[in-house]
C-alpha cells in the first residue's frame, strides 16, 4: 500500500513540475508569483481592475488526486460555461473570480478557443462563417465579442428603423392612395402589434433550430416582404406587407439579448446590453432622417426599397459573421417522440412485456407525436404569458412597457407637432428633430452600462457576497441602485418639459433638450430591465425578452393609435404630463418592491420556474 502511493505521489509531482515548467515559461512582470495551481490576469474590465485568477484544469486534476477533500468546490465547477435557454449552461453564475491580499504580479494565460470544425459548425449555411464557432462562446476575446455584439446591435435595428422611416412620408401615403392619416398610422400600429406577437415563435424556434438560423430566415422574409411593400398597389396590400415585414425582422428583438447572454459573462454583460440596444433604440431615431431625405428626393416607395436593401446585406453580414452562439438545442421531435412512447408505456403497463404493436397502437403513438410537435412549436410558445405569474418578472415588464409607451407616444407627436403650426417644418427638418434622441441613447450606452456593472460589483463586495472560490455573486436587483433613481425620475420630467413647451409653441431649442434627457433617462431604464430579465430568468433568457417585448409593443401599438386623437383633443401638455406621472410612479413602485421584496421572489422563482409553463 506504501509503495503504490509513493507511486501516485511521485506521478502527482512530476505532472505539477509539468505544468509549473510550462507556464513558467510565460512572461511575466517581476514580483511576487501567482498562487500555485492558479494562473493570474488582470481584468480590465472589473471596476477596480483587481486581479483575478483562473484555475489551471491540470493542476487542480492532479491535486485533487492527491489532496482529496481538502477543499470543497461545491457546483462552481460549471460556472465557467454558462446555460444557454434550457440548455446545460447558467448565465447567472457569476464570472471567476478570486481575491488576492497584494496582487503585487501578474500572468496572462489565455486558454485557447476549441473550434468547431468547419463542416461540424451548426446553424444554417454554418460553413460559411469567417468567425469559427467554438465549444464556450465566453472564451471568445473581447474583440470577437464586440464583433459579434456589433452584429447583433445593427441587426437589431432593422425592425425598430423600418417603424419610424416611414413617418415623414405618411402625408404622402394617405394622399397616394387617397384615405385617411388615421388609416395611414395604422402601419405604424399594426407593425408594433406584429412585433409584439412575432417574437415569441422565434424565440420558441431558436431554441431547437438555433440563434444562427433564425437570424438568417427571418431576414429573408424581411427582404421580401418589405419589396411587397415597395410595389403596393392598394392601402390594404401595404398595411398588410409592412405588418409581415415587421413581424419577420422581429427576431433580434427575443434572440439578441440571448446571443448576448451567450458571450458575455455577467460582470460585462450590462456594458454589452446597452451598446446591443444601441442598435435598436438609435435605429428609430435616425430612420425618420433618412426618411424624410428619401421622400422628398424620390417618393414614399423609396422608403421601403432602401429597407429591403439594408435587410439584404445585414442577411449577407450574419451569414459570414455570425455562428451559432447557442450551447444546446433542443429537438422537439425526439422529446415528441419520447413523450409519445411514455404515454403508450403508460396505457400498457399492465401488459406482458413482450407484445405486438398493432396497427392501431402505432397510428395512435405517431398521431400523438405529431400533436406534440405541432403544440410544442405553436401552442407553447404563447404560455409565455404565464411567466408574468413572478412578480420580479411582471414588474420588470411593466416598467419597461411604459417607458417604451411613452417613446412611441413622443415619436409620433415630433412628427405631428413640427409639422404643423406653428412650427411647420418639412419632413427633412422633422426627421432631423429625432437627432437629440439618439444623442442620449448613445450617451447612456456608453457609459451606462459600465456604470451598471460597477455597481453591481460594488453592492456584491460590500454585501461580502464570494463563492467557494473567491469570487463575487452577483443579483439581479443590484443593478437598481442610483442608477434607476436617475433614470426614473430624469425621463418623466422630460416628458412633461417637451409636452408643455410644444404646447406653447416654445423655441425648438427647449423640447430638443427636453429630448436629449429622456433619451438618457430612459435608455437607463431599457438597458436594466432587460438585463435583469436575463438574469432572473437565467435559463430561459430568450423567454423572458420576448414576454417583455410581447406586452410592451402590444401597448405601443394602442399607444400609437391614441396618440394622434389625444393630441387633438387635450393637447401635447396635458398628454406628456399625463404620460410623465404614470411613468415617475411606474419608476418608484418598482424600485421600491425590488428594493423590498426581490430577494424572496428571487428565491420562489428558482423552485418554480421550470414548472412555470408545465416544463
Given at each position: ?567 387633438m383633443t387635450i393637447g401635447n401638455g396635458w398628454l406628456f404630463t399625463g404620460l410623465g406621472v404614470i411613468c415617475l410612479v411606474s419608476g418608484v413602485l418598482t424600485i421600491w418592491a425590488m428594493k423590498r421584496f426581490s430577494e424572496r421572489w428571487r428565491v420562489t422563482m428558482d423552485r418554480k420556474m ?6
Amino acid at each position: 500500500m506504501n509503495q503504490g502511493s509513493d507511486i501516485e505521489k511521485g506521478e502527482i509531482e512530476k505532472e505539477l513540475f509539468q505544468v509549473e515548467r510550462e507556464t513558467s515559461e510565460e512572461t511575466s512582470l517581476p514580483g511576487t508569483p501567482s498562487p500555485p495551481g492558479r494562473t493570474s490576469k488582470t481584468d480590465l474590465n472589473s471596476p477596480d481592475g483587481e486581479t483575478t485568477y483562473e484555475e489551471d484544469e491540470r493542476v487542480a486534476d492532479a491535486t485533487s488526486r492527491g489532496r482529496r477533500g481538502t477543499r470543497d468546490t461545491h457546483s462552481s465547477d460549471v460556472s465557467e460555461s454558462s446555460l444557454s435557454d434550457r440548455g446545460g449552461h447558467d448565465h447567472q453564475v457569476p464570472p471567476h473570480r478570486d481575491r488576492s491580499r497584494a496582487p503585487s504580479s501578474f500572468r496572462s494565460v489565455r486558454r485557447e478557443l476549441e473550434k468547431v470544425p468547419r463542416s461540424k459548425r451548426r446553424g444554417l449555411l454554418g460553413r460559411f462563417t469567417v468567425i469559427a464557432e467554438v465549444t464556450n462562446p465566453y472564451d471568445y476575446p473581447n474583440k470577437t465579442k464586440w464583433m459579434l455584439t456589433f452584429v447583433i446591435a445593427v441587426a437589431g435595428a432593422a425592425a425598430p428603423m423600418a417603424s419610424s422611416i416611414v413617418l415623414p412620408a405618411l402625408i404622402d401615403i394617405a394622399r397616394y392612395f387617397n384615405t385617411t392619416s388615421a388609416v395611414v398610422n395604422l402601419s405604424v400600429a399594426l407593425y408594433m402589434l406584429s412585433m409584439s406577437i412575432f417574437p415569441l415563435w422565434w424565440s420558441s424556434f431558436s431554441e431547437t433550430l438555433g440563434r444562427r438560423t433564425i437570424y438568417l430566415t427571418s431576414f429573408a422574409l424581411y427582404v421580401l416582404f418589405n419589396i411587397l411593400a415597395a410595389v403596393s398597389t392598394n392601402v390594404g396590400m401595404f398595411l398588410a406587407m409592412r405588418m409581415l415585414s415587421g413581424g419577420a425582422g422581429a427576431s433580434v428583438q427575443a434572440v439578441g439579448a440571448g446571443t448576448i447572454a451567450d458571450i458575455w459573462e455577467v460582470r460585462e454583460r450590462g456594458r454589452a446590453m446597452g451598446f446591443f440596444y444601441l442598435g435598436p433604440l438609435c435605429g428609430p431615431l435616425l430612420a425618420p432622417i433618412i426618411g424624410g431625405v428619401l421622400n422628398e428626393a424620390f417618393g414614399w416607395r423609396s422608403v421601403q426599397w432602401v429597407l429591403a436593401i439594408f435587410g439584404a446585406l445585414i442577411w449577407i453580414f450574419l451569414l459570414f459573421c455570425l455562428p451559432e452562439t447557442l450551447r444546446q438545442r433542443i429537438s422537439v421531435a425526439a422529446v415528441a417522440e419520447a413523450e409519445a412512447a411514455d404515454r403508450a408505456t403508460t396505457g400498457n403497463a399492465v401488459r406482458p412485456a413482450l407484445t405486438r404493436t398493432t396497427t392501431k397502437q402505432s397510428v395512435k403513438v405517431k398521431s400523438t407525436k405529431y400533436l406534440t410537435i405541432f403544440r410544442r412549436w405553436f401552442i407553447d410558445p404563447l404560455r409565455i404569458v404565464l411567466y408574468l405569474q413572478f412578480p420580479a418578472v411582471a414588474i420588470c415588464v411593466f416598467y419597461a412597457t411604459t417607458t417604451f409607451c411613452a417613446l412611441y407616444a413622443l415619436n409620433l407627436s415630433i412628427q405631428q407637432t413640427f409639422s404643423a403650426q406653428p412650427y411647420s417644418y418639412s419632413s427633412i427638418i422633422v426627421g432631423v428633430l429625432y437627432i437629440p434622441n439618439s444623442l442620449g441613447y448613445f450617451v447612456t450606452s456608453i457609459s451606462g452600462g459600465r456604470w451598471i456593472d460597477w455597481i453591481m460589483a460594488r453592492e456584491a463586495r460590500k454585501a461580502g457576497r464570494y463563492d467557494g472560490k473567491g469570487r463575487l455573486v452577483y443579483r439581479p436587483e443590484d443593478r437598481m441602485k442610483e442608477n434607476a433613481w436617475v433614470g426614473a425620475i430624469m425621463f418623466p420630467a422630460a416628458l412633461i418639459m417637451y409636452g408643455w413647451t410644444v404646447e406653447f409653441g416654445v423655441h425648438l431649442a427647449a423640447p430638443m433638450v427636453a429630448n436629449f434627457f429622456f433619451g438618457v433617462g430612459s435608455m437607463m431604464v431599457f438597458t436594466m430591465a432587460t438585463t435583469m430579465l436575463t438574469e432572473f430568468m437565467p435559463r430561459k433568457g430568450s423567454h423572458g425578452v420576448a414576454l417583455n417585448n410581447f406586452v410592451r409593443n402590444i401597448f405601443s401599438c394602442i399607444g400609437s393609435a391614441v396618440t394622434d386623437p389625444l393630441i387633438m383633443t387635450i393637447g401635447n401638455g396635458w398628454l406628456f404630463t399625463g404620460l410623465g406621472v404614470i411613468c415617475l410612479v411606474s419608476g418608484v413602485l418598482t424600485i421600491w418592491a425590488m428594493k423590498r421584496f426581490s430577494e424572496r421572489w428571487r428565491v420562489t422563482m428558482d423552485r418554480k420556474m421550470d414548472g412555470a409553463m408545465g416544463d
